[in-house]
């Protein structure tokens, strides 16, 4: 049986205040979004939503390091590169998204890879097979 997202705050942090510090340390301008109410901020975030984000951030800085690597990353796969309206679309996506795009790119041009070193080459077009009074009535039209 999964574990409680209380019992994973107490095993990975100790307590909610380090995962918060954990999250708002990780949580640079580089990756980072800031949506959060001043008012709230992250203490008033569930601890599932905490240790998600945690995840996310960590995942991003440790394979692309900033969200701009990210979201150059998410435009190369969807054959974008030089796109800049879809990359500026792509700025104002909080990072789980954009993690969850890459993710999703990433699989579907492996497949488009995959289909395309196993297509087979296309079969010779066969050659119509045709009665006597077909045949006449073809000669007839040309």
């Not at 997202?5 to 100790?14: D, G, I, N, S, Y």
């Not at 488009?112 to 087979?120: G, I, Q, S």
Request: aromatic share 4%; glycine share 4%; proline share 5%.
């Amino acid at each position: 049986m999964s574990k409680t997202p209380l019992a994973l705050v107490k095993e990975r942090f100790e307590t909610k205040d380090k995962l918060v510090a954990a999250v708002e340390k990780l949580a640079t301008k580089d990756l980072w979004l800031d949506r959060v109410s001043p008012a709230k901020g992250l203490a008033n975030v569930s601890n599932a939503k905490l240790l998600r984000l945690h995840a996310a951030l960590e995942d991003a800085k440790k394979r692309f390091g900033s969200r701009d690597k990210l979201i150059a990353k998410v435009a190369e796969l969807e054959g974008r590169p030089k796109d800049e309206g879809f990359k500026v679309r792509l700025a104002s996506y909080p990072l789980p998204r954009l993690l969850d795009l890459e993710a999703a790119a990433a699989k579907r041009s492996t497949r488009a890879a995959a289909a395309k070193a196993t297509a087979k080459p296309a079969a010779p077009k066969k050659k119509v097979a045709r009665s006597k009074k077909a045949k006449a009535k073809v000669a007839g039209k040309k």
